[in-house]
């Protein structure tokens, strides 16, 4: 029989979580069609890239209706994923990507944040699964299943943070909780489980 801690780490599965809105992201980016060639002037710039960040998210979110682009706003949460990406100087980065077709270009550009989109979506829902679990467990059973989490997937973890006990791990459990999907997706990914 399925423990709670079973059943909370099926729905953050990456198969569940992050391969499908990784999917959801890609059919949005294909179905993108707003894409010059070239871009000379940054108005332009912030203009597709705002249009391209509502398009992923009215697709992702599976808004409807869709919503419609906001230039400010939009341009405001792009520009956030392209400092994430490419720094603190991400959007003039971004920008002579796209104006000199350098580094992939604009295409090189959307994939970037489209890759942040996907990450940030993904993490929300796990986020949102972990809060709702841990919440609704008793003391005891907060108590209960952070021992039983590392019981059964303690070799996952660095062996520095299980150190005395595994007082890092437990502290800040629903944290480690989060992270675990990215965990078992590296690890499928590479071959290991």
Request: proline share 5%; with cysteine; hydrophobic share 40%.
């Amino acid at each position: 029989m399925k423990t709670k801690l079973d059943k909370l780490l099926d729905r953050i599965d990456p198969a569940v979580t992050i391969d499908k809105v990784s999917a959801r992201v890609d059919m949005a980016f294909n179905s993108f069609h707003a894409r010059p060639e070239i871009i000379s002037q940054r108005d332009e710039f912030r203009s597709v890239m705002a249009n391209f960040y509502c398009h992923i998210e009215n697709t992702v979110l599976n808004l409807n209706p869709p919503r419609k682009p906001d230039l400010k706003f939009d341009w405001g949460r792009c520009d956030y994923q392209l400092e994430k990406e490419y720094g603190p100087n991400g959007e003039n980065i971004a920008f002579d990507m796209a104006r000199t077709n350098i580094g992939g270009g604009l295409y090189a550009v959307l994939k970037a944040v489209a890759s942040q989109m996907a990450d940030e979506y993904s993490g929300n829902e796990i986020s949102s699964h972990v809060s709702e679990f841990w919440h609704a467990l008793s003391v005891n059973e907060q108590l209960a299943i952070p021992k039983e989490y590392l019981d059964k997937y303690g070799h996952l973890i660095p062996s520095e943070l299980r150190e005395d006990g595994a007082v890092r791990v437990r502290m800040l459990f629903w944290k480690t909780l989060e992270e675990h999907p990215r965990i078992i997706k590296r690890l499928r990914d590479i071959g290991r489980l």
